[in-house]
């Protein structure tokens, strides 16, 4: 594990000169790139010297992938179902197999995240809530999970790709895309300004709690159909989830109130504490915003469907 690891890094540090060669190249973008992170730097602060040593942390790569998430939801899924027609149509394209790759590949990669974020947490820290930066090996690593977690809320766009790529218009909601958008904002500032600390605790309980969410997916992505090959047991399997389904939905609320818990202990409660007062305080807000649109939207899905009928996905 430790090679593919140091490949992968490496990798990512080949990517990360060939930006600042772009850069380099070309005076307007070389510029552009300067004012962002001198504007950056005003809104959130210094950049932390751990993330400086980490690839990929330029702004304008933020910014990037903000712009085009904002881009596909707000023009070209509207332009997608103008194109498609009825939005109440039936689903007539489907990309199962490619869902179902990505959805193993989430349950493997947040289980990763959360399983090494908790070794080195359990490795470097004492308490549970207002643990330190730590430097060295240790801060190098816990900057490196940091990192493969914000970006790892780039790979999960593609929940709303495959959406309005079938056309599940109605799943593309207000929860949907504010949570994409939210918590790549977030994480973006937790990457600029503290990637370690109490950061941990999120990181690793946000990532068990997708290795179920993504587990659910991967295996209602399987259909029973009459007559077919292990028919019984899907049907079953398929009764079996569609009864447990708002669990998956109580355990991210569950673990949004745990973060209510941390943001008063680290932000309102301890003074001193490593990591910065405007994550850890506006942490408490932005879980109150979570649990509110999340309470709703159980509360509308139980309205119109009854618990006992199919979810919507959020994530």
């Known amino acids: 594990m430790a090679q593919v690891e140091q490949a992968f890094y490496a990798l ?4 990360d000169s060939a930006l600042h060669g772009v850069l380099e190249r070309n005076d307007a973008l070389r510029n552009a790139d300067a004012t962002l992170v001198a504007w950056t730097t005003k809104v959130l ?4 010297p751990m993330s400086q040593q980490l690839p990929l942390v330029s702004p304008s790569l933020f910014l990037f992938f903000f712009t085009f998430y904002i881009v596909f939801v707000a023009l070209l899924c509207p332009l997608l179902a103008l194109v498609r027609g009825d939005k109440n149509k039936p689903v007539t394209v489907r990309i199962t197999g490619t869902k179902r790759v990505y959805n193993a590949f989430m349950v493997a990669l947040s289980f990763y995240m959360g399983t090494k ?35 790892s809320k780039v790979l999960e766009f593609f929940d709303s790709i495959s959406m309005a790529i079938e056309g599940r218009w109605r799943q593309l909601s207000f929860l949907h895309t504010y949570h994409h958008v939210s918590i790549w904002i977030y994480w973006y500032a937790i990457l600029w300004l503290a990637p370690g600390s109490d ?19 991967f295996l209602t992505s399987f259909e029973a159909v009459q007559n077919g090959p292990n028919y019984k047991f899907i049907s079953s399997m398929r009764e079996w989830l569609n009864k447990y389904k708002f669990y998956v ?14 943001s008063i202990y680290v932000g309102y409660y301890r003074t001193g504490c490593d990591f910065p007062d405007g994550l850890s305080k506006g942490l408490l807000w932005y879980m109150i915003s979570l649990i509110t649109l999340f ?21």
Request: net charge positive.
């Open 12 to 15: 990512l540090f080949r990517a």
């Open 45 to 48: 602060g210094e950049q932390h």
């Open 117 to 151: 974020t908790l070794v080195l947490a359990a490795q470097g820290f004492d308490s549970v809530w207002c643990v330190p930066m730590t430097d060295g090996e240790h801060g190098k690593a816990m900057a490196w999970m940091a990192w493969i977690f914000t970006y």
């Open 199 to 217: 950061g941990y605790f999120s990181l690793a309980l946000n990532s068990y709690i997708h290795v179920v969410m993504y587990l659910y997916y």
């Open 249 to 262: 939905t109580k355990m991210q609320i569950a673990q949004f109130c745990s973060f209510v818990g941390q």
């Open 295 to 315: 309470l709703n939207f159980m509360f509308m899905s139980g309205r119109k469907g009854g618990k006992a009928k199919g979810a919507k996905k959020v994530e």
